[in-house]
């Protein structure tokens, strides 16, 4: 069965890095394009990135273009989120998610990043 | 960017009755290729969201049949035939034609 299982989520200080992992199971990873969307507190969901199954196609919502990137191991059924110089209104609970074209079907448990100082 | 604009935000109901979810996009959501990327998830309580309809009018497997999907171009809603106990939740839409964006979220909860 297809799962996506985050991790690396913690508390950090503004102006710090953090990376998150997402790892997949259960079907053709390079296939799929893999997403991460995010939720604060309370609130609604929001895009953050997208790249695709090769990992040469990238996009990033204007809110972390420049200070998050997003990257793959095919072979390793890995995806990275690295994220700088975070700030308080990164503090997130971070979903990984299987994204078929237009869509997003398999979503992860999420880890939450607390930015704090 | 596209907005996706939910209403209402809130939508109490009564157990066995209808409940509709309207949701407005700021542009047409017909892709390129002929499709239209619009979808709707359901966040139960302390939950992941999941996926109940793709492009429109697609249910996704072991989502009841009540739910249902329709819309063009920029107006989308979905319809949940006679709501039960555990459909409880925020529900959102997506659209992936362009820059992928949310809508706010309609919480539905019983009266």
């Known amino acids: 069965q297809v799962q996506v299982m985050e991790s690396g989520g913690g508390l950090v200080k503004p102006g710090e890095s953090l990376r998150l992992s997402c790892a997949a199971s259960?079907?053709?990873?390079?296939?799929?394009?893999i997403t991460w969307i995010r939720q604060a507190p309370g609130k609604g969901l929001e895009w953050v990135s997208y790249l695709s199954g090769s990992g040469s196609y990238t996009k990033y919502a204007d809110s972390v273009k420049g200070r998050f990137s997003i990257s793959r191991d095919n072979a390793r059924n890995l995806v990275f989120l690295q994220m700088n110089s975070l700030r308080a209104d990164d503090t997130a609970l971070y979903y990984c998610?299987?994204?078929?074209?237009?869509?997003?079907?398999?979503w992860g448990q999420g880890t939450l990043v607390t930015v704090s100082s | 960017d596209v907005v996706m604009t939910q209403s209402p935000l809130s939508l109490p109901v009564t157990l066995g009755q209808p409940a509709s979810i309207s949701c407005r996009s700021s542009?047409?959501?017909?892709?390129?290729?002929?499709?239209?990327?619009l979808s709707w998830f359901q966040q139960r309580p302390g939950q992941s969201p999941r996926r109940l309809i793709y492009k429109v009018s697609n249910r996704d497997s072991g989502v009841p049949d009540r739910f249902s999907g329709s819309g063009s171009g920029t107006d989308f809603t979905l319809k949940i035939s006679r709501v039960e106990a555990e459909d409880v939740g925020v529900y959102y839409c997506m659209q992936g034609t362009h820059t992928w964006t949310f809508g706010q979220g309609t919480k539905v909860e019983i009266k």
């Open positions: 542009q047409s959501l017909v892709h390129s290729d002929g499709e239209t990327y």
């Open positions: 259960g079907f053709i990873f390079s296939d799929y394009y």
């Open positions: 998610a299987r994204a078929p074209i237009g869509t997003i079907d398999y």
